[in-house]
């Protein structure tokens, strides 16, 4: 009997510890527009999180571009130039020019979600 | 009919494990494919990128997983029910669907359709298909035992827990297609963190649970089920499983209370490392029957890998390290570590329990040989992921160019694709060995 006891009460604070998860625990001011949403869209077409990393979540092939958009050794015309013509290892997917403004619009929303706008 | 029941449930059973040795063949072939284009990044570009071969690993791998203990539970629950299973055409309508599902799913990775999911990377609406089958296992699974969970042994809590939490954790694991979560970077991620890292606490529940039952079997130890210390390790595990996970999301900027949670969580795995140190000794004295000699091996030995990777979890676990480790091959040297060798050895030798009667002498002799070809070639392969991850740590630390920190890294990745062949080498051999005799398994009257 305790032990169901015992499991019931995990379960209860399991519960309750999801909905302040999903509510406060992420809390955040930032969110996506139009050209973000649209950058998101391409980023899960191209399944480009099996060689990249947003905040840890990818593979390992790329770089990690949390905050690729304003970190030292790259930015946003970098990463818009890599996304145009490809490279060694980043496949050239002959994205147009929308679509790359797209897409860097995503990684600066990335970029700024971790600068100081989450609570 | 029940006679019959129980046949097609066997039957069943042993199609679901030939179904997951399939899936673990052709998830180490694209593996290996992924680590040499690791290596050389034009390898079969046109049509097998790495965009997709990472993708068919990493699902096919967690099929192996599923499919394995689904046939497993199959065979075993009646036994432990000492009941027919509730319904054969149910089980047979689960291994339709799943394996179904498989077959839509690499198809669709083929052609290039990903829904761009970090592990789940098939369309959602296949989502639905796998929770109506888990459904429809679930059903089976506690019609057919009909748990008293107040008498019951530990690996039947750690059965029902496994079954339905991966229900609960695939649903959430969905939710950011609602736009509250999906327009929403920090919530979407520390949700995906969140369902991820639960959802491999429920299979974990499911293989240990399985591997205490054939444990139990093979030292004809009944205690092992029901002691105190089993439970208090369960409810610590079931703990781990429910808020450990945030320990994955150190570096993202959600509320500090999620990371205390986790970081907290996490170092409570050190009662389970002292118990492991406390113990390792007493339980390689203890011996199984004569008949189990090589599904304790495999059981056994996983013990090894259980002790390097939890040594790993808490060390990774603990901020000031994570903060080095995240975003590293070190995450994938755990969770290879874990995958291969942990829940892939434990599988195979709750396999190998069922079939290990059947076993010619020269199989066994084939069966060991294919086990230590997979512990030192794992070694190996564990050991270069860990050097490329410290090698990537320190490029990003002294902001050297990605190119660069790749380049310092290719001798360890070298190792880490050599060591790769070997490992795939010991998998076919032991996968070579128990296919057919699974296939030509006969449940005794």
């Given at each position: 009997m305790k032990k169901i006891v015992l499991l019931l009460l995990l379960l209860l604070a399991y519960a309750v510890y999801s909905g302040w998860v999903y509510t406060v625990g992420v809390d955040c001011n930032s969110h996506m527009n139009g050209d973000a949403l649209a950058g998101r869209k391409l980023w899960h077409e191209h399944n480009c999180q099996t060689c990249h990393q947003l905040y840890g979540l990818g593979g390992y092939m790329g770089p990690d571009l949390t905050t690729v958009t304003t970190d030292k050794t790259r930015g946003a015309l970098y990463a818009k130039g890599i996304l145009k013509a490809g490279g060694k290892r980043m496949p050239n997917f002959h994205f147009t020019n929308k679509n790359t403004d797209d897409i860097v619009a995503y990684l600066q929303y990335i970029n700024d979600a971790k600068y100081g706008t989450a609570k | 009919m029940e006679r019959q029941n129980s046949v097609q449930s066997t039957?069943?059973?042993?199609?679901?494990?030939?179904?997951?040795?399939?899936?673990?063949?052709?998830?180490?072939?694209?593996?290996?494919?992924?680590?040499?284009?690791?290596?050389?990044?034009?390898?079969?570009?046109?049509?097998?990128?790495?965009?997709?071969?990472?993708?068919?690993?990493?699902?096919?791998?967690?099929?192996?997983?599923?499919?394995?203990?689904?046939?497993?539970?199959?065979?075993?629950?009646?036994?432990?029910?000492?009941?027919?299973?509730?319904?054969?055409?149910?089980?047979?309508?689960?291994?339709?669907?799943?394996?179904?599902?498989?077959?839509?799913?690499?198809?669709?990775?083929?052609?290039?359709?990903?829904?761009?999911r970090e592990y789940l990377e098939f369309p959602p609406w296949i989502?639905?298909?796998?929770?109506?089958?888990?459904?429809?296992?679930?059903?089976?699974?506690?019609?057919?035992?009909?748990?008293?969970?107040?008498?019951?042994?530990?690996?039947?809590?750690?059965?029902?827990?496994?079954?339905?939490?991966?229900?609960?954790?695939?649903?959430?694991?969905?939710?950011?297609?609602?736009?509250?979560f999906n327009t929403n970077i920090i919530r979407d991620v520390t949700v995906q963190w969140k369902a991820n890292g639960s959802m491999v606490g429920s299979w974990n529940m499911l293989i240990y649970g399985t591997a205490m039952y054939v444990m139990e079997q093979v030292t004809n130890d009944k205690t092992i089920g029901y002691n105190r210390k089993a439970f208090a390790f369960y409810f610590l595990g079931l703990t781990n499983l429910l808020f450990n996970w945030g320990h994955h999301t150190y570096i993202v900027p959600a509320h500090p209370a999620i990371k205390q949670i986790a970081y907290l969580i996490s170092m409570t795995e050190l009662l389970l490392l002292a118990n492991i140190m406390l113990t390792w000794t007493a339980a390689f004295r203890k011996r199984p029957v004569a008949e189990f000699e090589i599904t304790y091996s495999f059981l056994k030995t996983a013990d090894v890998w259980v002790l390097i990777n939890l040594i790993l979890a808490i060390a990774i676990s603990v901020p000031a390290i994570n903060k080095y480790t995240h975003g590293t091959q070190i995450t994938v040297a755990h969770a290879m570590g874990a995958t291969i060798g942990i829940n892939t050895l434990l599988l195979i030798g709750c396999v190998v329990f069922v079939i290990e009667k059947q076993l010619s002498t020269q199989a066994k002799?084939?069966?060991?040989?294919?086990?230590?070809?997979?512990?030192?070639?794992?070694?190996?392969?564990?050991?270069?992921?860990?050097?490329?991850?410290?090698?990537?740590?320190?490029?990003?630390r002294n902001n050297l160019y990605f190119a660069e920190i790749t380049e310092r890294a290719t001798p360890f990745l070298r190792v880490f694709s050599a060591s790769g062949i070997f490992l795939v080498v010991g998998i076919v051999l032991v996968a070579a060995t128990c296919i057919p005799a699974i296939w030509k398994f006969e449940i005794k009257a």
């Open positions: - | 039957k069943t059973g042993r199609l679901f494990i030939i179904l997951g040795f399939s899936c673990l063949l052709l998830s180490v072939t694209f593996g290996l494919t992924a680590s040499l284009q690791y290596l050389a990044p034009q390898l079969f570009v046109d049509h097998l990128s790495f965009q997709k071969t990472r993708p068919l690993h990493v699902f096919l791998a967690i099929n192996w997983l599923f499919a394995c203990i689904s046939g497993l539970v199959y065979i075993i629950i009646p036994r432990v029910a000492n009941r027919q299973l509730f319904s054969g055409k149910m089980a047979i309508i689960h291994l339709v669907l799943h394996a179904a599902t498989i077959t839509i799913v690499v198809t669709g990775f083929f052609l290039g359709h990903f829904s761009g989502v639905g298909i796998i929770i109506f089958y888990w459904l429809i296992f679930g059903v089976n699974f506690f019609k057919t035992l009909q748990p008293n969970l107040a008498t019951a042994p530990v690996y039947i809590w750690m059965w029902c827990t496994g079954i339905l939490f991966f229900i609960i954790t695939m649903a959430e694991a969905q939710l950011w297609m609602l736009p509250y002799k084939k069966m060991n040989l294919g086990l230590k070809t997979m512990h030192i070639s794992l070694f190996f392969f564990w050991l270069s992921l860990l050097a490329a991850g410290v090698t990537r740590s320190s490029g990003i």
